[in-house]
C-alpha cells in the first residue's frame, strides 16, 4: 500500500536484540473501519506468525478495537514460548503504530497539526538504552530492502 496515501497507517517497529523488523499497514475506511492490512516481516518465524496473526485480526475492526489487542493474545493464539515473547510484542507496536500514524495522516488533511512521527523508535525496548549496532545495521537494511529510507 503506498505510505503516503491519506487512508493508509504505516507502523515499522524493531527488535534490536533479535533483528527482527516488522511493517505493518492498515487501509481505513470512511467508517473508521480497517477495511485491508498488508504486513512484511524481517525475522524468524514467531515473528512471521505474529504479524499474519495480527492482520488477520485486525481486518474488519474498528481502530479503537484494533488498537486494544493485546501481545498476550497473540502469544497464547500461537503457543509461543517465553523467549518468543518479543514477537508479539512486535506485533501490537506494530498495530499501534499503524493507528498513530493514521490519525497523524488523517489530522494532518484536516488542516491541524500532526501528532509525533510515525514509527516508533526501533531502540525503545532496548533494556538500559544501549544500542546495539549490529542489530541497528539489520534493521537500517531492512528500511533499505523496502524503501523507507
Known amino acids: 500500500m503506498p505510505k503516503t496515501d491519506v487512508d493508509v497507517g ?15 499497514q492498515i487501509r481505513v475506511d470512511d467508517n473508521g473501519i480497517i477495511s485491508d492490512v498488508k504486513f ?9 506468525a505474529s504479524s499474519s496473526y495480527m492482520t ?16 498476550t493474545e497473540i502469544a497464547k493464539e500461537l503457543c509461543l514460548p517465553p523467549v518468543k515473547l518479543h514477537c508479539s510484542m512486535l506485533a501490537e507496536d506494530a498495530i499501534r ?9 488523517r489530522k494532518t488533511a ?5 501528532l509525533s512521527p510515525s514509527f516508533l523508535n526501533p ?23 523496502f524503501h523507507l529510507v
Request: aromatic share 6%; hydrophobic share 35%; glycine share 12%.
Open 10 to 24: 504505516t507502523g515499522l517497529v524493531g527488535a534490536p536484540a533479535c533483528g527482527d523488523v516488522m511493517k505493518l
Open 40 to 48: 512484511k516481516t524481517f525475522g524468524c518465524g514467531s515473528a512471521i
Open 56 to 71: 488477520e485480526r485486525v481486518k474488519g475492526l474498528s481502530l479503537e478495537e484494533a488498537g486494544k489487542i493485546k501481545n
Open 97 to 105: 503504530s499503524a493507528i498513530k500514524d493514521y490519525k497523524s495522516k
Open 110 to 114: 484536516q488542516g491541524k497539526a500532526p
Open 123 to 145: 531502540t525503545k525496548r532496548l533494556i538500559g538504552g544501549h544500542r546495539c549496532l549490529d542489530c541497528l545495521k539489520h534493521i537500517y537494511l531492512f528500511c533499505l530492502y
